[in-house]
């Protein structure tokens, strides 16, 4: 089809939709830590492809991966696994947040951001061990079987692309109750806002971190899962998970960073130039492949624009530095 | 002194003690090529045995063992043990420097076996170069690797022969008309792979319809397989690595696309088979050997790795094994094992039957040997043709 | 009593003295790295020669690293960019610019002799080079802080490998490189393959000069009242501000210097590896100086150094480790971090620190 008609049109809408749910399921957990902490939690991006390698544990030790063809896995396969790996994740958001960032709450930032390098690296290496999962790629395409789900106007609705967009739509659905609802999400919400003074007033500012870390660690295994479905598993220490969660980052840091709807319009908005964008550009130049690797460059771009002009981000507001 | 400043010094000296204690291990002898004449004989092997490309060095490096193993267990040569010593380069460049020159000047070693990417056999070449010790690259494709000097050698072939091999299994086997090409390029390997194919397809008659770029690791490529698709190919060239191959394929075929797909040596492993799933069934690729070939060399080779490793050996194992017992042959051939007569025992290797072929050293020290080109049949790998430049 | 002003010119050191104190450093410097190159060099081997070199560039990227991030405590964490830019700066001049004039691909020997003028011209382009990226990414610091900071230079060190990766193939045959003229190559930095065949210039003489120039300047700039500006800013940009400190030009000024001579650090990296691999220099690479700063001591030349030396070699001493060599690195960093979150030299200087003034004290008695 021609780069310019509706359906391919159609096409690409789907996939930056996708796409962009991808982000904005990890955004979200860089975000909420930011916010409450005022800390890049680096390590994040090797919550998402633990959580990836753990589905992918957890599917092949029930024997649902024995087979190796897509889909071949029971239906009630694919849930399962992503409830056990969301608690598992979320375990180890906690752990690591306890053991390896809470005796730096009070230190200079930059000490923290090493210690989160090295947790990453930990996780990366450890991630890579034999013992652990290997330095091999894998799939866990059985899970999965990428069925066209229905044909409109020539573009193929696949089930993959609907069931990203589905559940990122309910997870962040889910997410907004408990941050502007429930108790602990006004908790939370007090502990970004002022932490001494929250705690004054009687909120337990470790369980409200605990939390925090709890749920962003759960949403980014379940970012990992849709990632790895999507393109399969490449070991832990591979790059493009790190340029994955850069990428998630940025989003976060576009649309607003501490800001849930935020994370969401600035995951959409990453998503829409990288699918988009590329695809336009890449049919206007095609004798000019290495325009295709600018990717990075647009959504790095995009960040350096949004942060000269709104340093607070598109959705954020505004805070007036008190001298 | 207040407890920080004790908590500092103790970690400072910690950390340098460890110093001290590697630096104790070696004598610093300097380097040379005034190779010793009794006792055991020194071998090294510089690999990337951490890191992203992990995978590719323990590979090579346990079937130089398992050479060095059979050897020993013959004699030796000239009666004398071998004996090999494994740097980690971690897939850097920087690294692999440091690793031969911890090699050649910390422990002796007479020749060096090494690397697996191009990009670090050109870090560590010029090193062996400068102190006239021979390395041989079992399996850097890219030509620049033996122009650094005349004692680097490899024992695998070219990529521009990579390119016209591929290329002449398309036009003659698949009788392909139409090509379509994707590509890594992010990868020099991939785009210099593609550049060859394209370059001979084009000699041997075929049209290029399309050429898709994608940048590796990112597998966002649905506007690249609709060009493809659109482009009406025969035959889909894909030069890239494993890693990426086998989810490109799944993906291909998902979004329509039916024509086989021809890879190069980067596609070998046994992972690709299990990311593809059933996609992998009718495609093929150029390697350096197939484990299931009938000749005595593969048979014995495959089946003692096996007993050894309890896994199937992949052509870079394959391509360190000839590589070892080349090395060894030129050894026995040597009157001594200085760094000249070594050298030149190498480059006169002849009709070398090993386990990825019969091969010569050329005059400019690369491998003149044939291609395989294995087809995925029910998930398994066979041979398909064996394809070599008259 | 005669008045001050009468006075002055007797109090005033002479010409001579002055600008002898000034120099003086740098002239021991030479000599120090002319000792570097010729005894210690040969005195310990091959091997220890390639981890000083090692240790040599690391302490002129981690030194100029700390100018921005310790003295005017601003967030990069790009600074592999400006190593990447004035590598390829450096090496475009002593690989296209050596088969164009003197008609080799190789090293010319000779102190001082045609090949080394060109590599030392490099080196100064490379610097040049970069001071301006270092300029670009300077800019954008007026408005940003903290963290964002640190994202924006990261970001720019992805955008300097990705804008290395889509250069041109580097053509290795000599007449094709002569038909094209020195501004066409421009872009023929390698691409993804990177840029190889580098001559390799780079001995322990010129990178220990260099590195005991900037620590030189990084000591005088420290005690300056240029350095008490960067500091001011670092501690409280708006009290600095207030006090009359053109925060904009010191924050641009530091980024300048830090780049300077980062481009000179790259172009030494690529003269001794032989090659540029833009992969090998992203952010992974700016990650491990910044670990170096933090563990050495922010703002501490001597920190830097003792950092320098123990993150190169501390690497080389875990490879008995075998697998678990970058865990074991993963889970020091994390410890020191944890117990000793100033690093090993906080901000004080080795001579500034009690243990040194004891054992002076202890010393004179």
Known sequence: ?????????????????????????????????????????????????????????????????????????????????????????????????????????????LNVLITAIGVSLFLQNVGLLDKVFGNRPSTISALLQNDVLATVGGVQLRLFDMLTIFLT?????????????????RAMRAVSFDERVASLMGVNVNVVVSVTFALGSALAGAGGILFALRNDLRMTADASWVLLGLKAFVAAVVGGIGNVRGAAAGALLIAFVEVFVHRYVNAAFPDKPWVGQLQDIYVFGILILVLMFKPSGLLGKAVREKV | MNLNTWRGLVIASALLSFVACDKGKKDDKGGGNQAPTTGTIVLGHFASMTGPQATFGISTDQAIRLAIEERNAKGGVKGRRLELVTIDDAGKQSEAATAVTRLINDHHAVAVLGEVASSLSLAGGPIAQKAKVPMISPSSTNPDVTDVGDYVFRVCFLDDFQGWVTAKFARENLKAQKAAILYDQAQAYSSGLADYFEKAFKEMGGTIVTKQAYTGGNL????????????????????????????IIRKAREAGIKVPFVGGDGWDSEELAKIAGDAINGNYYSNHYVPDEDRPEVRNFVGNYQKKYGKTPDALAALGYDAALVLFDAMERAPSLDGKPLRDAIAGTKNFTGVTGTFSIDENRNAKKSAVIVEYQGGKKVMAARIEKK | MRALQDRVPDLRPALATSVGRSALPFAIAVVLAFAMDKLVGPAVGATWTKILLDVGIAILLAGSLNVINGYAGQFSIGHAGFMLAGGYAAAWLTFYGSVH????????????????LLFLAGCVLAGVIASVFGVIVGLPTLRLRGDYLAIVTLGFGEIM?????????????????????????????????????????????????????????????????????????????????????????????AFIF?????????????????????????????????????????????????????????????????????IAYALALILVMILRPQGIMGVKELWETSWWRRQLARLKK
């Open chain 3, 161 to 253: 490998r990705v804008l290395g990766q889509i250069t041109a193939r580097q053509p290795k045959n000599m007449t094709t490189i002569k038909d094209m003229s020195m501004f066409d190559l421009s872009n023929n930095l390698g691409g993804a393959e990177g840029f190889s065949q580098v001559p390799s210039y780079t001995t322990l003489f010129f990178v220990y000069l260099f590195a005991f120039v900037l620590l030189v300047l990084v000591y005088r700039l420290k005690y300056s009242t240029q350095g008490r500006a960067l500091l001011a800013v670092r501690e409280n940009e708006i009290a600095a501000e207030a006090m009359g400190v053109d925060t904009t030009r010191v924050k641009v000024v």
């Open chain 3, 101 to 116: 004039w003197f008609g080799t691909k190789e090293p010319i020997a000779g102190f001082l002799g045609k090949g080394q």
């Open chain 1, 1 to 109: 089809m021609s780069s310019l008609s509706a359906s391919d049109l159609l096409q690409t809408t789907i996939n930056f939709l996708a796409v962009g749910g991808l982000y904005a399921l990890i955004a979200l957990g860089y975000t909420l830590v930011y916010g409450i902490l005022r800390f890049i939690n680096f390590a994040h991006s090797d919550i998402v492809s633990w959580g990836a390698w753990i589905a992918l544990t957890v599917a092949s030790a029930a024997g649902w991966l024995a087979s190796g063809r897509s889909g071949a896995a029971p239906a009630f396969a694919l849930p399962l696994v992503l409830l056990v790996t969301m608690a598992v994740c979320a375990a180890m958001g906690v752990t690591i947040e306890r053991l390896a960032y809470r005796p730096l709450r009070k230190a200079p930032r």
């Open chain 3, 258 to 326: 830090g780049a300077f001579f980062a481009g000179i650090g790259g172009s030494l990296y690529a003269h001794q590896v032989g090659a540029l691999d833009p992969k090998e220099l992203g952010f992974m690479k700016s990650i491990d100086l910044v670990i170096i700063v933090v563990i050495g001591g922010m703002g501490s030349i001597t920190g830097v150094v003792l950092g320098a030396a123990i993150l190169v070699i501390l690497p080389e001493v875990f490879r008995q480790f075998a697998d678990y060599r970058m």
């Open chain 1, 169 to 185: 739509l309910v997870l962040v659905v889910v997410l907004e109750r408990i941050v502007y609802g429930t108790r602990m999400g």
């Open chain 2, 220 to 247: 966002e490529i649905s506007s690249q397989l609709q060009s493809v698709k659109g482009a009406g190919a025969d035959v889909v060239f894909l030069p890239g690595y494993y890693s990426d191959a086998g989810t």
